[in-house]
């Protein structure tokens, strides 16, 4: 029953934060200048081609009615039809989402490789030379812009040695060097908190009394302090991949990867309204589905936390 209660009060916030977000975006896009009517019809159109473009969209009517039908049809999971290629937005998304999930989850094993083997070495050997490493990656990590590292990985690795294909997509070899780029700077940040969190752990006082029953160091270090160092790490990790499923859009355009930030990107510059609104909403519908399952699976790691 608690676990219950639990799993209902986070639903309820997931619905709430989704609500929210629809509405910052629906009215925020309204704000930026350009009429998706004038992108449409072009620029050497009458005034009437023009209210005519406006009636068929719907951007003719109080803001307010336009504001409650798109809620009521996003309620019912339709994004509406794209102003420029006519195209339902959500079969838009579904279409690109493969691409950007797969670049996210790359992106993100990546990460965990890399920075949670490293940071417990450099937490249970400070100052060693494991240790040195591993905060020198994760500064390199945080330093680095993920948008030149990537072109410098294309230039390395796709142009001088051609072991990864330039640009496009097809296939595993042409997401590696993209999750790269984008998952380095996570984990930066993964790095870093699995340091942190171990040396923590490792302080506290059932270690002392985990090593005065006499158990081995292994024993202790990486079967009861690695359990509870990793629980922030995972939290941070599903953050993360919600972040990178909606801030791909410079390294797929980098890498010209066909996926939703490219999409939104275009939505943008041609100041397409539903495609843009039906993206944010999306991309928060999926975030929030992905706190929602960590705050799961830390409850279930953690039960402590059901009572909050």
């Not at 009517?37 to 109080?62: N, Y």
């Not at 039906?278 to 589905?289: D, I, K, N, T």
């Amino acid at each position: 029953m608690e676990t219950l209660n639990f799993a209902l009060r986070r639903i309820a916030r997931l619905l709430l934060t989704v609500l929210l977000i629809a509405t910052i975006i629906f009215f925020v896009i309204r704000v930026i200048p350009g009429d998706p009517a004038l992108v449409i019809a072009g620029v050497d159109s009458s005034d009437a081609d023009i209210a005519a473009i406006r009636a068929r969209i719907g951007t003719d009517r109080p803001l307010a009615v336009q504001y409650a039908d798109w809620l009521w049809k996003v309620a019912r999971f339709d994004f509406g039809r794209s102003l420029i290629s006519d195209q339902p937005v959500l079969s838009l998304i579904l279409e690109r989402f493969p691409l950007t999930l797969s670049l996210s989850l790359l992106g993100l094993l990546f990460s965990i490789v890399l920075a949670v083997p490293l940071g417990v070495l450099s937490a249970v050997r400070r100052w060693s030379g494991w240790d040195f490493l591993g905060l020198g990656i994760s500064q390199v990590g945080m330093a680095v812009p993920s948008f030149w590292l990537g072109i410098l990985l294309l230039l390395g690795l796709a142009v001088r040695v051609p072991l990864f294909p330039l640009f496009g997509s097809g296939g595993l070899r042409h997401l590696v060097l993209p999750a790269v780029s984008l998952g380095l700077a996570q984990a930066a940040i993964q790095l870093r908190l699995t340091r942190a969190s171990m040396i923590e752990e490792l302080a506290k006082e059932y270690v002392l009394t985990a090593r005065a029953k006499g158990l081995t160091e292994r024993m202790v270090k990486y079967k009861h302090a690695l359990k509870n160092a990793l629980l922030p790490v995972i939290t941070i990790a599903g953050i993360q991949l919600g972040y990178m499923l909606g801030g791909a859009i410079i390294i797929e355009q980098v890498f010209s990867l066909p996926g939703l930030g490219r999409l939104f990107l275009f939505g943008i510059y041609q100041r397409d309204f539903p495609l843009i609104q039906g993206g944010v909403v999306f991309v928060a519908v999926v975030f929030s589905l992905i706190n929602f399952a960590v705050d799961l699976l830390y409850a279930v790691l953690n039960p402590k936390i059901r009572v909050r």
